[in-house]
């Protein structure tokens, strides 16, 4: 009879030693679990990362994702700005509202070829927005200040650009007409837009065809009196139009009205107002005694400015169409206003406050800058 052999009991660590189970992913496999199972399982994990990453990416691309980017690394200068003038107590609420919120608009910015001044972004839209925040960042040094909420948008042209900037502009805050002719005729000189028609088709769709036909008449003003206005914003369009209509009807009416313009100081709107409204009005009145002699008063002055050494020299006047540099003209304090051109790297301080003490003060700050 053969001998039965005698069964052991089961040993704890019989599989102690075996090697690891590895999932198809490379990831360890839970004993017992199916394979299939693990691998399916591992699958669908991987396959819903992708898919979240793909929406994200997508959000990015069309610009719905709000990034933070660094004050430094945005030009403002990258569009011409359709907004030529800020209105300093504006800004001053537009600060303080930004320090006791935070910012809760982004701005708009466009992704730039790299560049050795460091700067990867244009702005589109947000140019008060991002003015206020460089003046906290150098009033406070908080880093909060330093970086800027934005929406990196991909215009397939300029002029898509272009029309972004003007319609979130529109929709915020409305531009002046002249603003708004000016930001056509300088589109047209860009090259964005063929002609000025389709320049302010494009730009200003969605206003009704009576307002366009109005700010197509400003374009007249710009083209004459860009060159010698100071607070162009205040015109209104009463007397904007009156001052296109008369352009019309008289002949050499607008290179008298550049010629007053530059003939008289002028530290504040009303006063720009009064030389356009008291030339408009000579012009009114009408009889070419009237005319003459005023023109022979305005002769006189300026022979007494060019004759006076202490004289300011006179604003060169561009003729009609010429190219011209791009300016910002602000109101930066009482008694004191700022011109900036970017293309000449140029500031200037003029008003009744700009003197000794100013000067001693700004270059005290700039040695700390």
């Known amino acids: 009879m053969a001998k039965r052999k005698r069964l052991m009991p089961a040993q704890s660590s019989y599989l102690s030693g075996a090697p690891e189970s590895k999932s198809a ?15 399916a399982s591992e699958t669908a994990s991987q396959a819903a990362l992708q898919e979240l990453s793909d929406v994200l990416e997508n959000a990015r691309s069309k610009g719905l994702m709000i990034e933070e980017v660094p004050l ?28 006791a919120r935070g910012q809760q608009t982004p701005v708009e910015l466009v992704p730039l070829e790299p560049r050795p001044d460091g700067r990867s972004h244009g702005l589109i839209s947000g140019w008060r927005r991002l003015g206020a925040l460089r003046r906290l960042y150098a009033e406070t040094s908080d880093p909060k200040y330093a970086t800027v909420k934005a929406l990196i948008i991909r215009p397939e042209t300029a002029q898509d650009a272009y029309i972004a900037m003007v ?68 015109i209104s369009e009463k007397l904007g139009l009156s001052l296109v209509r008369a352009m019309g009807e008289e ?16 530290d504040s709107a009303v006063e720009e ?32 400015q060019t004759a006076t050494p202490e004289a300011p020299a006179r604003p060169r006047v561009r003729s009609p169409g010429a190219e011209g540099p791009e300016r910002v003209s602000v109101q930066a304090a009482a008694g004191v206003r700022l011109g900036f051109t970017p293309e000449q790297n140029r500031i200037e301080l003029t008003g009744d406050a700009v003197d000794a003490e100013l000067m001693a003060a700004l270059q005290d700050w700039l040695k700390h800058r």
């Open 273 to 304: 107002l009064e030389i356009l409204n008291r030339v408009l009005a000579e012009t009114q009145d009408g009889s070419e005694a009237d005319t003459a002699k005023a023109d022979a008063s305005l002769n006189a002055v300026l022979e007494t």
């Open 167 to 234: 319609e979130e502009n529109e929709i915020r805050v409305n531009l002046s007409h002249y603003e708004r002719a000016r930001i056509a005729v300088r589109a047209m000189k860009e090259e964005v837009f063929p002609t000025l028609k389709k320049a302010l088709q494009s730009l200003f769709a969605n206003v009704p065809r009576a307002k366009r036909s109005k700010i197509r008449s400003f374009v007249t003003l710009v083209e004459e009196l860009d060159a010698v206005l100071f607070y162009p914003t205040a």
């Open 25 to 39: 992913l490379g990831g360890p496999m839970a004993v017992g679990a199916a394979p299939i199972a693990q691998v």
């Open 251 to 266: 002949e050499g009416f607008a290179e008298r009205l550049r010629a007053a313009l530059q003939a008289a100081p002028r």
């Open 72 to 99: 430094s690394a945005i030009d403002e200068t990258h569009l011409v700005r359709d907004r030529i003038e800020q209105d300093a107590e504006e800004m001053d609420a537009l600060v303080e509202s930004l320090r």
